[in-house]
C-alpha cells in the first residue's frame, strides 16, 4: 500500500503563498508546565491557557517572546518552535513569557523574540491588513536587532512582494529585500542545508513560492539536500539583521537548537546587555539529527 | 479483448497476487489498463447505487459502520474493505467480490475514498449518495493545504446525484452544501450543544485548549441524527427528533460520532423502509475496522492498535482513555502514507502522558517523537528505532498491563506483519 501510495503522483494545487493550513495549534500547555525543572505531573490538563504569567523570582531575567499571528498563520508544528525557544531560553537561565499577538490585538512593544509561521492563503489575506499597519513598527525593531524568526508564508511576506500564480500581487513589508513568485508545483521534502553561521541545519520544506534574494539581504543557508529557495539557486532561507527567514518546518527549532542559541543571545543582549551561554545537553537532538538527516528526499 | 475475459485474467492476477501476498491494488491496475470503464459499467448496474464516504478522518471505521449498517437493514453490500481507497482498489475488490461469471451479487456500494482519489473517481461514477466527514490537517505535504482538501470534497458533493450527507459540526464540510447542485438532497449529522465542545475543529482548537474566547456560534442546520449525549459506550442520538438509545463498542468519542454519521446515511438510503430497531441492533455489533482500535489478545493481555496520523486524530485518541491504565507505545514512520513531514507532532499536546510516561518510542522517526515528549516533559522509558526488536521489548516490559501502540499507517501493517506470528491478527486481503 505504501508503496503504491508513493507511486501516486499528486499534484496538489498551489495557487498560494506559505505552505499552508490554519488556525490550530493544539495547546492546553499549562504554562507552568514550560518552567526550568520538568514537573511530574499529577495536575490536571484544565489550566485554561492564559497569557503566561511568570511566577519566578524578581531576579529573574525574562524574556517576552511574541508569536506572531498564532490564529492564522500557524501550520506545521509553529507551536513546537515557540515551545522549544522558550525551554531553550530557560535552559539558559531566562524566564520566558509568550504572547500571541493576532489582528487587532495590542501589539506588545517590549517583545524581545518575534516568532511567525506559515499560513494558507485564506489566513494571509486575513492578517494582510494588520501586517501593513505594524509594519513600520516591525522595521524599526529589526533594524534595531530584536531577534526574529519568520518561517514560510510569513517569511514571504516580509519580503518585498509575492506575485501569486493567479496573478495576485501582495505587497510585502520588505524586511528583506526578497521577491516571491508563485510556482506551478510544490516544493516539499525533507532539506538539509550549510550555513556558517548555524553549521547543518535540517528541516522539511513544503511551498510553492520561489523566493530570489537581492541587494544587502544573504541568504540563510545553502541546500545540499533538496530545492530551497528555488529551483535555480541553491540558497535557502534569508538573514539580515538579527532576522531569520526561511522554509524549514519540521519543527525548525526542536532539531536546530543552534539557531534558538542564536534568538536568545541576541535577545539577552539587546535587553539585558550579556549573555551567558550555558551547556545544554543535547543527546537527543543529535539522535533525532541525524534520522532526519539520513531520509531521502 | 472480450469483457469476461478482461475481467478473468484480473481475477487471475488477483489470485497470483493473493498468493503472493500483499499489493491489494495491483490487481485493479491490470484491470485499469486493459478495461478502463470496469468499475463505473459494473457499479451503475446496483439497484441502490453507489456510497462514497470520504474526509480526512474516520472513512474506514466509518465506512464499515455503514456496510454493516446497511446489511441489517436486509441488503446485500459491495465495499472496498481492504482500505485500498483508490480507483483500482475499487477494481481490486469488485474482481474479489464477483463470482466467475462476472455477476457482482449485491444492492449497493459503500466505498471508502481518499479525498485526493474521490475526485478522480466521481468524474468516472457520479455516486447517488455521499458521506463526508470533515477537513482537518491531515498528510498536507501531499495535499498542500486544508483549503484545498476542501475543494476536492466540494467536487464530491457536485457529483452526487441523490443526497449528500454533511457533518454540520465541521465549518468546511457544512459549507460544502453551496456546492450540492439543485436536485440532489443534503442532510446532516451533528452533535448536541453540549458535546460540541468535545470535538473542536482544527480552527477552534487553540482557542478551544485556552478554555477562553467562545466563537459565537453559527447558525446551525437541523440534523436528521444528533449524537446527543454518551457515558462509555452507551450513546443516546435523536433520530429525527426522537430520543434513541445505543451502545457503539469502539475505542474513541470520535467513533460514536462517526457513528451518527453512519446512522443518517443508512437512515437516508432506507428511507421510509428504515428499520430503526434492527439498525440499533446492529450498531452495539461494530468491531473496529483494520488498525483503527482493534483490540488484539497477547499473552492474555489486551493490545489495542490506534492509527494516528495527525494532529486532531492523536489529540482524540489521546483523550479518550486514561493514560494511567495502560502501558504506551508510540511508533512514527515518515512514509509517504504516513505523512512524511512528522511537523505535525509538535501539534499534538502529550502532557496527558506525563501521568504513566511512554513505555517505548519506536519507528524511523522514533527520536523525533521521544524529541516531543521530551518537550512535553513526558518521562520515556526507551526509544529503539527497531520496531523488531522494539515491539517485543514493549509487551515483554508491559508487566500484565494492557497495552496500547499508537503508530502511523506504514508502521501499524509492520506491526500487525510482527505481531501474527504470536496471535491472530484478522487477515487482510
Same mark, same amino acid.
Request: aromatic letters at 6%; glycine letters at 8%.
Given at each position: 500500500?505504501?508503496?503504491?501510495?508513493?507511486?501516486?503522483?499528486?499534484?496538489?494545487?498551489?495557487?498560494?503563498?506559505?505552505?499552508?493550513?490554519?488556525?490550530?495549534?493544539?495547546?492546553?500547555?499549562?504554562?507552568?508546565?514550560?518552567?526550568?525543572?520538568?514537573?511530574?505531573?499529577?495536575?490536571?490538563?484544565?489550566?485554561?491557557?492564559?497569557?503566561?504569567?511568570?511566577?519566578?523570582?524578581?531576579?529573574?531575567?525574562? @524574556?517576552?517572546?511574541?508569536?506572531?499571528?498564532?490564529?492564522?498563520?500557524?501550520?506545521?508544528?509553529?507551536?513546537?518552535?515557540?515551545?522549544?525557544?522558550?525551554?531553550?531560553?530557560?535552559?539558559?537561565?531566562?524566564?520566558?513569557?509568550?504572547?500571541?499577538?493576532?489582528?487587532?490585538?495590542?501589539?506588545?512593544?517590549?517583545?524581545?523574540?518575534?516568532?511567525?509561521?506559515?499560513?494558507?492563503?485564506?489566513?494571509?489575506?486575513?492578517?494582510?491588513?494588520?501586517?501593513?499597519?505594524?509594519?513600520?513598527?516591525?522595521?524599526?525593531?529589526?533594524?534595531?536587532?530584536?531577534?526574529? @524568526?519568520?518561517?514560510?508564508?510569513?517569511?514571504?511576506?516580509?519580503?518585498?512582494?509575492?506575485?501569486?500564480?493567479?496573478?495576485?500581487?501582495?505587497?510585502?513589508?520588505?524586511?528583506?529585500?526578497?521577491?516571491?513568485?508563485?510556482?506551478?508545483?510544490?516544493?516539499?521534502?525533507?532539506?538539509?542545508?550549510?550555513?556558517?553561521?548555524?553549521?547543518?541545519?535540517?528541516?522539511?520544506?513544503?511551498?510553492?513560492?520561489?523566493?530570489?534574494?537581492?541587494?544587502?539581504?544573504?541568504?540563510?543557508?545553502?541546500?545540499?539536500?533538496?530545492?530551497?529557495?528555488?529551483?535555480?539557486?541553491?540558497?535557502?532561507?534569508?538573514?539580515?539583521?538579527?532576522?531569520?527567514?526561511?522554509? @524549514?518546518?519540521?519543527?525548525?527549532?526542536?532539531?536546530?537548537?543552534?539557531?534558538?542559541?542564536?534568538?536568545?543571545?541576541?535577545?539577552?543582549?539587546?535587553?539585558?546587555?550579556?549573555?551567558?551561554?550555558?551547556?545544554?545537553?543535547?543527546?537527543?537532538?543529535?539522535?533525532?539529527?541525524?534520522?532526519?538527516?539520513?531520509?531521502?528526499? | 479483448?472480450?469483457?469476461?475475459?478482461?475481467?478473468?485474467?484480473?481475477?487471475?492476477?488477483?489470485?497470483?497476487?493473493?498468493?503472493?501476498?500483499?499489493?491489494?491494488?495491483?490487481?485493479?491496475?491490470?484491470?485499469?489498463?486493459?478495461?478502463?470503464?470496469?468499475?463505473?459499467?459494473?457499479?451503475?448496474?446496483?439497484?441502490?447505487?453507489?456510497?462514497?464516504?470520504?474526509?480526512?478522518?474516520?472513512?474506514?471505521?466509518?465506512?464499515?459502520?455503514?456496510?454493516?449498517?446497511?446489511?441489517?437493514?436486509?441488503?446485500?453490500?459491495?465495499?472496498?474493505?481492504?482500505?485500498?481507497?483508490?480507483?483500482?482498489?475499487?477494481?481490486?475488490?469488485?474482481?474479489?467480490?464477483?463470482?466467475?461469471?462476472?455477476?457482482?451479487?449485491?444492492?449497493?456500494?459503500?466505498?471508502?475514498?481518499?479525498?485526493?482519489?474521490?475526485?478522480?473517481?466521481?468524474?468516472?461514477?457520479?455516486?447517488?449518495?455521499?458521506?463526508?466527514?470533515?477537513?482537518?490537517?491531515?498528510?498536507?505535504?501531499?495535499?498542500?493545504?486544508?483549503?484545498?482538501?476542501?475543494?476536492? =470534497?466540494?467536487?464530491?458533493?457536485?457529483?452526487?446525484?441523490?443526497?449528500?450527507?454533511?457533518?454540520?459540526?465541521?465549518?468546511?464540510?457544512?459549507?460544502?452544501?453551496?456546492?450540492?447542485?439543485?436536485?440532489?438532497?443534503?442532510?446532516?449529522?451533528?452533535?448536541?450543544?453540549?458535546?460540541?465542545?468535545?470535538?473542536?475543529?482544527?480552527?477552534?482548537?487553540?482557542?478551544?485548549?485556552?478554555?477562553?474566547?467562545?466563537?459565537?456560534?453559527?447558525?446551525?442546520?437541523?440534523?436528521?441524527?444528533?449524537?446527543?449525549?454518551?457515558?462509555?459506550?452507551?450513546?443516546?442520538?435523536?433520530?429525527?427528533?426522537?430520543?434513541?438509545?445505543?451502545?457503539?463498542?469502539?475505542?474513541?468519542?470520535?467513533?460514536?460520532?462517526?457513528?451518527?454519521?453512519?446512522?443518517?446515511?443508512?437512515?437516508?438510503?432506507?428511507?421510509?423502509?428504515?428499520?430503526?430497531?434492527?439498525?440499533?441492533?446492529?450498531?452495539?455489533?461494530?468491531?473496529?475496522?483494520?488498525?483503527?482500535?482493534?483490540?488484539?489478545?497477547?499473552?492474555?493481555?489486551?493490545?489495542?492498535?490506534?492509527?494516528?496520523?495527525?494532529?486532531?486524530?492523536?489529540?482524540?485518541? =489521546?483523550?479518550?482513555?486514561?493514560?494511567?491504565?495502560?502501558?504506551?507505545?508510540?511508533?512514527?514512520?515518515?512514509?509517504?502514507?504516513?505523512?512524511?513531514?512528522?511537523?505535525?507532532?509538535?501539534?499534538?499536546?502529550?502532557?496527558?502522558?506525563?501521568?504513566?510516561?511512554?513505555?517505548?518510542?519506536?519507528?524511523?522517526?522514533?527520536?523525533?517523537?521521544? =524529541?516531543?515528549?521530551?518537550?512535553?516533559?513526558?518521562?520515556?522509558?526507551?526509544?529503539?528505532?527497531?520496531?523488531?526488536?522494539?515491539?517485543?521489548?514493549?509487551?515483554?516490559?508491559?508487566?500484565?498491563?494492557?497495552?496500547?501502540?499508537?503508530?502511523?499507517?506504514?508502521?501499524?501493517?509492520?506491526?500487525?506483519?510482527?505481531?501474527?506470528?504470536?496471535?491472530?491478527?484478522?487477515?487482510?486481503?
Amino acid at each position: 500500500m505504501s508503496k503504491e501510495n508513493s507511486s501516486e503522483k499528486i499534484i496538489a494545487q498551489t495557487s498560494g503563498l506559505s505552505s499552508a493550513n490554519a488556525q490550530k495549534i493544539e495547546s492546553v500547555i499549562p504554562e507552568g508546565q514550560q518552567s526550568v525543572q520538568p514537573q511530574k505531573s499529577d495536575s490536571e490538563q484544565t489550566i485554561p491557557r492564559e497569557q503566561e504569567q511568570p511566577e519566578r523570582s524578581s531576579s529573574e531575567k525574562t @524574556l517576552k517572546i511574541v508569536q506572531l499571528y498564532p490564529r492564522d498563520m500557524n501550520i506545521y508544528g509553529d507551536w513546537g518552535n515557540t515551545l522549544s525557544l522558550s525551554r531553550r531560553a530557560q535552559a539558559h537561565g531566562y524566564a520566558t513569557e509568550i504572547v500571541d499577538y493576532n489582528p487587532g490585538d495590542t501589539f506588545p512593544q517590549d517583545a524581545d523574540i518575534l516568532v511567525g509561521g506559515g499560513g494558507q492563503d485564506s489566513g494571509q489575506t486575513v492578517i494582510q491588513e494588520d501586517l501593513h499597519a505594524l509594519a513600520p513598527q516591525l522595521k524599526e525593531m529589526a533594524e534595531n536587532g530584536t531577534p526574529m @524568526l519568520v518561517i514560510c508564508g510569513l517569511y514571504q511576506l516580509f519580503g518585498k512582494e509575492f506575485r501569486t500564480i493567479g496573478g495576485d500581487n501582495l505587497a510585502g513589508i520588505g524586511i528583506f529585500d526578497a521577491v516571491t513568485v508563485g510556482g506551478k508545483e510544490r516544493l516539499i521534502g525533507n532539506i538539509v542545508e550549510e550555513s556558517e553561521e548555524f553549521g547543518t541545519v535540517i528541516g522539511y520544506e513544503n511551498h510553492s513560492g520561489l523566493t530570489t534574494l537581492s541587494g544587502s539581504t544573504r541568504p540563510l543557508a545553502t541546500v545540499t539536500k533538496g530545492e530551497g529557495n528555488n529551483t535555480e539557486d541553491s540558497y535557502e532561507g534569508a538573514r539580515i539583521h538579527n532576522v531569520i527567514g526561511t522554509y @524549514l518546518h519540521g519543527s525548525l527549532l526542536p532539531k536546530n537548537p543552534q539557531i534558538s542559541d542564536f534568538l536568545v543571545e541576541k535577545a539577552a543582549e539587546k535587553k539585558f546587555g550579556s549573555f551567558e551561554k550555558k551547556q545544554i545537553d543535547d543527546s537527543l537532538v543529535e539522535k533525532a539529527r541525524a534520522s532526519a538527516a539520513a531520509r531521502p528526499r | 479483448m472480450s469483457r469476461p475475459v478482461t475481467r478473468l485474467i484480473g481475477q487471475g492476477v488477483r489470485y497470483a497476487t493473493k498468493l503472493r501476498g500483499g499489493g491489494s491494488a495491483f490487481p485493479g491496475l491490470v484491470m485499469e489498463k486493459l478495461h478502463p470503464n470496469f468499475v463505473p459499467e459494473e457499479l451503475a448496474k446496483l439497484p441502490k447505487g453507489v456510497v462514497v464516504v470520504s474526509g480526512t478522518n474516520g472513512k474506514t471505521t466509518t465506512t464499515k459502520m455503514v456496510v454493516q449498517l446497511l446489511e441489517s437493514q436486509g441488503l446485500k453490500v459491495f465495499t472496498n474493505r481492504t482500505g485500498s481507497n483508490f480507483v483500482r482498489g475499487v477494481a481490486a475488490a469488485l474482481l474479489g467480490e464477483m463470482n466467475l461469471k462476472g455477476k457482482l451479487d449485491a444492492d449497493i456500494a459503500v466505498l471508502e475514498l481518499d479525498e485526493a482519489h474521490a475526485v478522480h473517481f466521481v468524474k468516472k461514477v457520479k455516486p447517488d449518495y455521499a458521506l463526508l466527514l470533515n477537513v482537518l490537517r491531515d498528510q498536507l505535504d501531499r495535499f498542500g493545504e486544508i483549503d484545498t482538501t476542501r475543494r476536492m =470534497l466540494a467536487q464530491v458533493a457536485a457529483n452526487t446525484t441523490g443526497t449528500v450527507v454533511l457533518n454540520r459540526e465541521d465549518p468546511r464540510i457544512r459549507s460544502l452544501a453551496e456546492n450540492v447542485g439543485s436536485e440532489t438532497q443534503v442532510r446532516y449529522f451533528g452533535l448536541s450543544e453540549k458535546l460540541r465542545a468535545m470535538f473542536p475543529s482544527d480552527d477552534e482548537m487553540r482557542s478551544a485548549g485556552a478554555g477562553g474566547e467562545k466563537k459565537l456560534a453559527p447558525e446551525l442546520p437541523a440534523a436528521s441524527v444528533v449524537l446527543k449525549d454518551f457515558t462509555g459506550t452507551a450513546a443516546n442520538f435523536l433520530i429525527d427528533g426522537e430520543e434513541a438509545a445505543g451502545n457503539v463498542n469502539l475505542y474513541g468519542v470520535y467513533n460514536i460520532f462517526n457513528a451518527a454519521a453512519a446512522m443518517a446515511l443508512t437512515l437516508e438510503v432506507m428511507g421510509e423502509q428504515a428499520d430503526r430497531t434492527a439498525l440499533l441492533r446492529e450498531l452495539a455489533e461494530i468491531t473496529p475496522a483494520f488498525g483503527r482500535g482493534e483490540t488484539l489478545s497477547v499473552n492474555d493481555q489486551t493490545l489495542q492498535l490506534l492509527l494516528v496520523k495527525n494532529p486532531s486524530g492523536f489529540r482524540l485518541s =489521546l483523550a479518550s482513555a486514561d493514560a494511567r491504565d495502560y502501558a504506551t507505545m508510540i511508533v512514527i514512520n515518515d512514509q509517504y502514507a504516513d505523512g512524511r513531514d512528522v511537523s505535525w507532532l509538535w501539534d499534538v499536546d502529550f502532557h496527558s502522558l506525563q501521568n504513566g510516561g511512554v513505555s517505548m518510542v519506536s519507528g524511523v522517526r522514533a527520536y523525533d517523537m521521544a =524529541l516531543r515528549l521530551e518537550h512535553d516533559d513526558v518521562t520515556v522509558a526507551s526509544v529503539n528505532e527497531d520496531l523488531e526488536q522494539a515491539l517485543a521489548e514493549f509487551i515483554k516490559k508491559s508487566e500484565g498491563k494492557p497495552m496500547r501502540i499508537f503508530t502511523t499507517y506504514t508502521a501499524m501493517l509492520a506491526i500487525r506483519k510482527e505481531l501474527s506470528k504470536i496471535t491472530d491478527v484478522e487477515e487482510i486481503s
